[in-house]
């Protein structure tokens, strides 16, 4: 595990200043060892906010619950989108595609950013300046790997605020997440336990075939759902173009 964290000297002078450090937390391992490291380094807890995208019925549960229990006193808000993942996709007749993530931009990226504008309003001790922290790595996607770790927001820097959006351990292997955590004495969220790589949605456009069999099997309910929905919009969530019954051999 490595034991040492850079802070880019935009991001130092930012903590300098009395910023707020804004952790974006899906329950996931990444967001979990994230918050870990950023409290280890020095970053004080009268600077961090926790923010959770609340995706409802499609989420893992029990992630608000691994995130109180992991995050100790942490002030946390939730931000949720006007409409459901299922009514989204119900709506446009089509699952969103790995290109276009609707899903993300309209369930996650939007909502969270309107809550952090909002709070920052509420709390001007942060003088309007925010690190917006994420827990996206390199070594997950090719996507992934081409973000910068460091970037100035000019669309979210505007009426008085300094908004940066930080990847603070994109360089991180998967292994250094997990001894990160192990290091705190915390475990990850249970659905790894149970075979799950990645805790996204329970069922996720980009999910493996492996995790969208091990999801179908932990989550009947829900898996029959997308199933039917899959069926009546004539459009499938997997990017093979395969139904999810064909792709997980799990009949709904
Ligand atoms: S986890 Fe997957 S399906 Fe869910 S919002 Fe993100 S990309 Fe979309």
Known sequence: MRDTFDFPDEVRDMLDAGALFAVNHSAGKDSQAMLIALRDMGVPDDQILIVHADLGEVEWPGNLEHIRDTAGDLELIIARSRRTFLEMVEQRGMFPSPSQRQCTSDLKRGPIQRELRRYLKANPRFGGRIVNCMG?????????????????????????????????????????VFAWIAYAGQKPHWAYAK??????????????????????KL??????????????????????????????????
């Open 136 to 176: 996206m790595r390199a070594q997950e996607s090719a996507a992934r790997a081409k973000k910068p770790a460091l970037r100035f927001s000019e669309a979210n820097s505007k009426a008085g605020r300094t908004w940066y959006d930080w990847l603070p351990i994109h360089d991180w292997t998967e292994e250094e």
């Open 195 to 216: 075979g799950m790589s990645r805790l996204s949605c329970r069922f996720c456009i980009m999910a493996s075939a492996c995790d969208l069999t091990t999801s179908a």
């Open 219 to 252: 989550n009947p309910d829900l898996y029959r759902r997308y199933v039917e929905l899959e069926k009546r919009i004539g459009h499938t969530l997997s990017m093979s173009r395969r139904g999810l019954e064909e792709v997980t051999g799990v009949a709904a």
